[in-house]
């Protein structure tokens, strides 16, 4: 009973405490009179602060996320009237906004978009896309697109609407008055060039060396531009790499928002990009840097179209303190994902070759497969051609391998009759009837799994073509045949309804790459007549599933494969034919030795005449290998 008894005294002690301290905080409280009275001396306070700081009034009018410093070093930087200045070069058609001195438009002149006949944009945030956040002595965390800048090109302000830089150079500086000196952002074009130079100097302001420094960000999506936005959008995130490491990414496949993924050290680069193309900042030789950091949202569904769907991203540099007039470089680079040029600025880990295969799959994309298409696109006009000669180059490199199979593949058609009589003979035994087959191909030097091999070997180079087709642009807008988009399905039958994994329309070339399919298997297994349940069902269940696994992929693909499958084909008829003749002729002892071997397993007595051949008295085999028939002679 005494433990209870001291339970209930501490119960009642804390009661008592909490009771003594509530009275204490009611007792202490100010009054609502006092709260107000203190709150009107506070703003009272405030005013005469401001007023004695800004001899104008500056009416604050902050847009959401970025906030309009009331700090007197910024007075001449604020409520300017905006501008527009466009940028014209051979390669993009550049519009920057004097509120923040930063790109509002970004179009690519060489690429539409695929649904729209206008050039792809690169920029989807209305306040601008590139911006410098910096935290100054008050603490107020200050975004430049709050700020007023000049434009000035040639050392002077420029005063026209339009800038175009035709060949050479040219710079376009954006200057916003810090205190006594200048915030400078400078860009620097190149007349056939996506890439263009970007400086951040600070002539006169110790603006960025105070606080905790600043960074350089790239605040929104690329605007998706293709007709697939589903598959776009899971190929789209924001990507990070410092020290030479692996790539970091925030990426979505479903609605959500991801924590900010901040990585240390001395960054390569950030980036955004979608499936063809990427905005991404490099910092320079030189540039010293201390982290990078990417995060992201989506909402909505790519695939529903009523679900709002829309992504976010976000890709910045951490920097350290800037002093007083001194400057920091970077490359931005904005245009396509062509694979020499990511490979120029080491952006090649951005290109999605799979998650679980990249390690084995990237370098057969990139050191065999894109090196080859683009020697082969220097003398071939047309991306279909390519594919084509790439698939026979692929089949020619394969053939010894492939021709292996195939000849162990005719051998089992030759000795189809042998092994019907052994089937017939122990089919009421499966392991005897296997006994003496397996008897059989050892006799003939066939291996039933040699077929595997090349299979085994043909799966990477397949994955590699699957992603490349998807994930870089050499496809993208070549047409071929019936094919307008050799990066897109070539829908040939539209149909009034969905099916599960296939979709709602029928794919030309993945349709012939099944057939091709049926025909090569058939070809490649046993004769129809005596090919089991098993070989009949995988004969056409395989092309099945291809068919709809493919039917949503690129078209190239579809048509690297159907080629591919053609010249196995036109392989396999000729090896066929070859092992044929060559039986005929007697010129397979191991084949008979086998047929020898199936016809005692069968219970028959001795073989006199191969398969398929007449008595070697009434026929003559020619120099070409084929029999002519002659009456009266040997």
Known sequence: MEPQGLDRTAIAGILLMSLILGL?????????????????????????????????????????????????????????????VTVVTDRVVATFSTQGGTPVSYKLRSYDRASADEPVELVSNEDGALAI???????????????????????????????????????????????????RLVYGFHHDAYDLDFRVETPG????????????????????????????????????????????SVKFTKAGEAEPL?????????????????????????????????????????DEPDSGFAQDYLAAIEMPRLPAGESAAFTLYLGPLELRRLSDYGLYDTVDFG?????????????????????????????????????????????PLTAVSYRSAAKMRELQPQLAAVKEKYGDDPQKMQEATMRVYKEAGVNPLGGCLPMLLQYPLLIALWRFFQ????????????????????????????IPFVGDFLAGFTILMAISMVISMKLSMSSSSAMGGQQKVLMYLMPI??????????????LYYLAFNIFSIVQQRLINKQV???????????????????????????RSKRPGRRSLTSQVVSKNGRADTKKGKK
């Open 24 to 84: 204490w905080l009611i007792q202490t409280a100010p009054t609502p009179e006092q709260v107000e009275a203190q709150r009107a001396a506070a703003d009272s306070i405030a005013a005469v602060q401001a007023d004695a700081a800004e001899p104008e009034a500056v009416e604050e009018t902050p847009e959401e996320g970025i906030v309009t410093p009331t700090d007197s070093t910024f007075a001449r930087a604020l409520n300017r009237p905006e501008r527009r």
């Open 133 to 183: 956040g910096v935290l100054p002595s008050r603490g107020e965390y200050l975004d430049t697109r709050a700020l007023s800048f000049t434009p000035i090109v040639n050392g002077q302000p420029f005063a026209d609407d339009t800038l175009r830089i035709e060949e050479g150079e040219a710079e376009l500086r954006f200057e916003a008055p810090i205190g006594q000196g200048a915030l």
């Open 205 to 248: 302001t110790n603006l960025l060396s105070q606080g905790g420094g600043y960074e350089i960000l790239w605040d929104g999506a690329l605007p998706l531009a293709e007709a697939d936005p589903q598959g776009e959008a899971q190929q789209a995130g924001a990507f990070v790499r410092t020290g030479g490491e692996d790539t970091e």
């Open 262 to 302: 901040v990585l240390g050290g001395q960054v390569d680069w950030v980036a955004v990009k979608t499936k063809f193309f990427i905005a991404a900042l490099i910092p320079d030789a030189g540039t010293t840097t201390e982290a990078g950091r990417v995060e992201g949202s989506q909402v909505g569904e790519a």
């Open 355 to 399: 998650a679980w295969v990249g390690f084995m799959i990237r370098p057969i994309a990139q050191y065999v497969v894109a090196p080859t298409f683009a020697f082969l696109s220097t003398f071939i006009p047309n991306y279909g051609y390519v594919i084509l000669v790439f698939a026979l180059l692929v089949k020619l490199l394969l053939w």
């Open 471 to 498: 994930s870089t642009l050499v496809l993208r807008g070549e047409s071929f045949l019936w094919a307008a988009d050799l990066s897109a399905p070539d829908p040939v039958l539209n149909l009034p309804f969905t």
């Open 545 to 558: 599933m291809f068919f709809v696994f493919f039917n949503r992929f690129p078209s190239g693909l579809s």
């Open 580 to 606: 044929h003749d060559a039986h005929l002729r007697g010129e397979t002892p191991e084949i008979d030795k086998a047929a020898a071997v199936a016809d005692k397993a069968a219970g028959k007595g001795k």
